[in-house]
């Protein structure tokens, strides 16, 4: 009978899954593949995020929000070239702060042992779903300018640093902190930041006016599911991609894609359960967004968690998910894509649960508080460092007067007003209307 990875007593910590270094493949040309392989399919991730956003903001700004997540995603891999992947993976020759080589791929390796190539396409793409994230806070409110300045900021210094910190070498890491796949580092992170960006710029114009009669409908549905079914196909290589091959850790890529599909069906599910007995209502929006929450909590030990594990964790974030979703606009926080129920809280609860359920240090497998604590500490570290550069700045640019797009275009529509045209133009239909009539009367 075959032994489980899981019940491995030396299975601890394999060298290849968390975070890895920059570059490091393990001396397998099979795992060099499977990285690049992992980074172009998570570019689609990018079309994902396309349409969740679009379909939750209003139509008169779902091309604008599109734009903003291209845009994103642009600068990313460009600012990750030259600085971001360095800043992230590069020696800090001992400062345990942030890289300083590396930079503008000078003296990437390109070798057996280590391909920073490779790795860069994995990571850079995986820094732009951070990036795409963060859009969710600024949408149908921020300047274009401002956002690609705040892009650039976030993905080129902010996120590098926790990157640094938390990879194999960082010093949270060394001290006990987990974190497989990003449900700190990627999506606790950019939760964060969008809060503050919600914060900041301040409600939609009108929205939580009593007297106002101007429509925050959601643009469609079905374009959030689109976008969930895409998410999830992406995420099998966002937890997968971590994962690379090696006699210590046998079974441990089935088992992170099991935990991945698990986990999102379990948020997806409890979410619908959730909103039917709380609304009596069944929501397309809810039951995908609490498939992301899952995912986005599977992400912090999908390696070392029991299916079942897996199932409770990603559960209570489909769970959490829906409640506070319906709980924020009461506080009149204005979160049209629900960035932080499904982001911040799905990344809160995957990095807080592996300190109770990790098969290696978890409190309820009896290794007591030690990993519990680290997990606290980093979730508290990652939101101090992020909290307080996205606020300043934001507080820049909002002391330059381009924070925010002008009134008229808020609600007129940023489509209209800065794209030229709308999502989709009928620019014949009045004409088409009074012909219809004419015929009918005739």
């Known amino acids: 009978m075959q032994q489980h990875y899981l019940d491995n007593p030396n299975a601890a910590n394999p060298p290849s ?30 079309l994902g995020f396309g349409f969740l956003e679009a379909g939750s903001v209003r139509y008169k700004n779902a091309q604008s929000i599109v734009i903003k997540v291209f845009l994103g995603m642009c600068l990313t891999i460009l600012i990750y070239w030259l600085f971001g992947y360095g800043f992230s993976y590069g020696d800090d020759f001992g400062t345990f702060f942030m890289g300083g080589t590396k930079l503008g791929a000078y003296n990437w390796a390109a070798t057996e042992a280590q391909n920073d190539y490779s790795n860069f396409v994995f990571k850079a793409t995986l820094s732009c779903i951070g990036v795409s994230i963060v859009s969710g806070g600024a949408a149908e409110r921020l300047t274009f300018l401002a956002w690609g300045v705040l892009a650039l900021f976030y993905s080129g210094f902010v996120s590098p640093a926790i990157v640094h910190w938390t990879n194999s070498n960082g010093w949270l890491t060394k001290l006990g902190y987990k974190d497989m796949a990003g449900s700190g580092f990627i999506f606790y992170s950019a939760g ?3 809060l503050v960006v919600t914060v900041v710029s301040k409600p939609r114009k009108y929205r939580f006016d009593p007297n106002s009669s101007l429509n925050f409908q959601p643009f469609t549905s079905i374009y959030v599911a689109f976008g969930t079914v895409i998410l999830f196909a992406t995420w099998m290589f966002i937890n997968g991609g971590q994962i690379q091959s ?31 007995f709380t609304k009596e209502t069944t929501s397309l929006f809810s039951i995908s967004r609490g498939i992301l929450a899952g995912l986005v909590a599977s992400s912090a030990a999908a390696h070392e968690s029991q299916i079942w594990a897996t199932t409770i964790v990603a559960s209570i974030a489909g769970i959490v998910y829906t409640l ?7 506080v009149k926080l204005d979160d049209p894509v629900q960035v932080v129920p499904i982001f911040l809280h799905g990344g809160f609860i995957g990095v807080l649960f592996t300190g109770l359920l990790d098969v290696n240090g978890g409190l309820f497998y009896g290794k007591g508080m030690k990993l519990l604590g680290c997990q606290l500490l980093g979730l508290l570290i990652i939101t101090v460092w992020v909290a307080f550069f996205v ?22 529509g940023i489509d209209k007003e800065k794209c ?23």
Do not use: C
Not at 252 to 269: C, D, E, I, K, R
Not at 324 to 330: E, F, H, V
């Open 324 to 330: 506070t979703a319906t709980a924020l606009p009461k």
């Open 391 to 412: 606020f300043f700045i934001l507080i820049v640019l909002k002391g330059f007067a381009v924070l925010r797009i002008d009134s008229d275009a808020e609600v007129a």
């Open 192 to 194: 964060v930041a969008a």
């Open 246 to 276: 090696g006699q210590a850790t046998p079974y441990v890529q089935g088992l992170v894609a099991v935990n991945t599909l698990v986990a999102g069906a379990a948020g997806g599910f409890w979410s619908f359960i959730t909103r039917y």
């Open 17 to 46: 899954a968390p975070n890895p270094p920059a570059g490091a493949t393990g001396g397998s040309h099979l795992d060099e593949d499977w990285l690049l392989i992992a980074g172009i399919v998570l570019a689609f991730s990018q």
């Open 420 to 442: 030229n045209y709308e999502a989709i133009s009928f620019s014949n239909e009045d004409q088409q209307q009074v012909n219809i009539i004419k015929s009918v009367s005739h």
